[in-house]
């Protein structure tokens, strides 16, 4: 059975704090591997990996995966109050087209 | 935003009726999605499409049924709602491609 575990699952930071969110997977046919952020409702994608070793930009977000040792992390620079939100990873299998989620990460950034 | 509309967007039932969520996108994706999201568990598949009337279980299918009888539809229906049944349920589609997956705003449903 697929399995995606994030960590930690709560994080409180003051902004201008880096905060580094983990995402570790267990997948039988990996695709890719997907970052989303949620807030009040819909998840909003942030990005896809499909390649090991390959960082993922956009702003002060960047994302890197490591296909060896099966896991992925997401950095946040200088966080600002508008990135607290819920950040979830989900796995992607090449059968059977579904994606599998992590219980994410509620991250809260405090002026 | 890939066009995704769900109905209703809330909705308080009572225990043992029928209760039917739809999905509609307008962006002709192949491939689409239902989700129960709660707390301490994450986003669950329930059910997915993978083309029309194309249809195959997720992890939490059981006391829930599709159907996709156009492309641009996907509908989740619960046969008798109950109580664990209580959730908030997303839709998400994704192209043929599958580069990203996009979700729906989310339907709230209550079984009391």
């Known amino acids: 059975e697929d399995k995606v575990v994030q960590s930690p699952l709560s994080l409180v930071v003051h902004e201008g704090d880096t905060v580094t969110l983990n995402c570790s997977y267990e997948?039988?046919?990996?695709?890719?591997l997907l970052w989303y952020k949620q807030e009040k409702k819909a998840p909003t994608f942030l990005f896809m990996l499909?390649?090991?070793?390959i960082e993922k930009k956009s702003g002060r977000l960047s994302s890197i995966l490591d296909k060896k040792e099966l896991f992925s992390i997401l950095n946040i620079t200088a966080t600002q109050t508008g990135d607290s939100a819920v950040y979830l990873c989900?796995?992607?299998?090449?059968?059977?087209?579904?994606?599998?989620f992590g219980e994410g990460t509620q991250l809260t950034v405090n002026p | 935003d890939a066009g995704i509309t769900q109905s209703p967007r809330h909705k308080v039932t009572e225990t043992g009726t029928p209760v039917t969520l739809r999905c509609h996108q307008t962006?002709?994706?192949?491939?689409m999605y239902w989700y129960r999201q709660d707390p301490g568990h994450g986003l669950r598949l329930i059910h997915y499409?993978?083309?029309?009337?194309?249809?195959d279980k997720g992890e939490v299918s059981d006391g829930y049924s599709v159907s996709r009888s156009k492309t641009e539809d996907f509908l989740l229906t619960l046969e008798s709602a109950t109580s664990s049944q209580t959730s908030v349920y997303f839709c998400?589609?994704?192209?043929?491609?599958?580069?990203?997956?996009?979700f729906g705003e989310g339907s709230w449903l209550t079984v009391v």
């Open positions: 989900a796995v992607e299998e090449t059968s059977g087209s579904r994606l599998t």
């Open positions: 997948v039988t046919n990996f695709r890719s």
């Open positions: 499909t390649s090991s070793g």
């Open positions: 962006e002709n994706h192949r491939y």
């Open positions: 499409s993978y083309g029309v009337k194309d249809t």
């Open positions: 998400a589609t994704a192209g043929t491609a599958r580069n990203t997956i996009y």
